[in-house]
């Protein structure tokens, strides 16, 4: 069964910092994953995503993940965080012809001045 | 850009009643998907639809759980008779094709708090 494991439940950068924000998954095949984030009162929205190819993902709000086959990794990264940025950030992984995601904890980002 | 609307946003009620909960998907996605999140938990799958039945339900999805899509737009999802642990953030998603080349795109939510 697939499983995604997100070790960071909170964590604090100051603004301009870089972030990386970590995911492992647990599934047998090709992988499909996703992070989504969250802003209070928000619904969950698409950051990236990776099918297949490039194994570095180019996402909206200048974030980026990078998928590492042998470490079962799909960390997200950003090279100079916002204030804005401060979200709850989720990874999912899900199946070629599946019909569910699964996802992680998420990993709550504060932001601070 | 299009999106999920889901109402109501927010939905008090007492234990034992029946709620639904509305969502309208984007017009050419297929599938459709109820997930949920308890406070301070994962975000769960509970089912997903197509084809005007259910594809795939967890063990969350029991018998006091339905979902329907009574028209060519909306799609619902009925607790039978809500217990306090059924106090949740629930979220409806679409998309085109099957979770692994197509993306979900979910809707705000509908909070819901059983008393």
């Known amino acids: 069964a697939q499983s995604v494991t997100q070790p960071d439940i909170h964590i604090t950068v100051s603004e301009g910092a870089s972030l990386e924000l970590r995911c492992n998954y647990s599934?047998?095949?090709?992988?499909?994953l996703f992070w989504y984030v969250q802003s209070p009162g928000q619904g969950l929205q698409l950051l990236l995503k990776y099918f297949s190819g490039d194994t570095l993902v180019q996402g909206i709000k200048g974030f980026e993940a990078e998928f590492k086959r042998s470490q079962s990794s799909f960390n997200l990264r950003k090279p100079s965080v916002h204030w804005s940025d401060a979200a709850e950030y989720f990874c999912?992984?899900?199946?070629?012809?599946?019909?569910?995601?699964?996802f992680g904890a998420g990993t709550i980002l504060r932001v601070k001045s | 850009e299009p999106e999920v609307t889901q109402t109501p946003s927010h939905q008090v009620t007492q234990m034992g009643q029946e709620v639904i909960l509305r969502c309208v998907p984007i017009s050419n996605h297929l599938y459709f998907y109820w997930y949920r999140q308890i406070l301070g938990q994962k975000v769960e799958f509970l089912v997903s639809?197509?084809?005007?039945?259910?594809?795939?339900k967890s063990e969350i999805f029991d018998d006091q759980f339905s979902v329907e899509r009574p028209d060519g737009s909306n799609f619902t999802l009925k607790i039978r008779s809500t217990k306090l642990e059924d106090s949740a953030m629930y979220f409806c998603?679409?998309?085109?094709?099957?979770?692994?080349?197509?993306?979900?795109?979910f809707g705000a939510g509908s909070r819901l708090t059983v008393l």
């Open positions: 599934y047998g095949a090709t992988p499909y």
């Open positions: 639809f197509y084809n005007n039945e259910i594809s795939e």
């Open positions: 998603a679409s998309s085109k094709g099957t979770v692994g080349a197509n993306v979900l795109t």
């Open positions: 999912a992984v899900g199946e070629e012809y599946g019909n569910k995601l699964v």
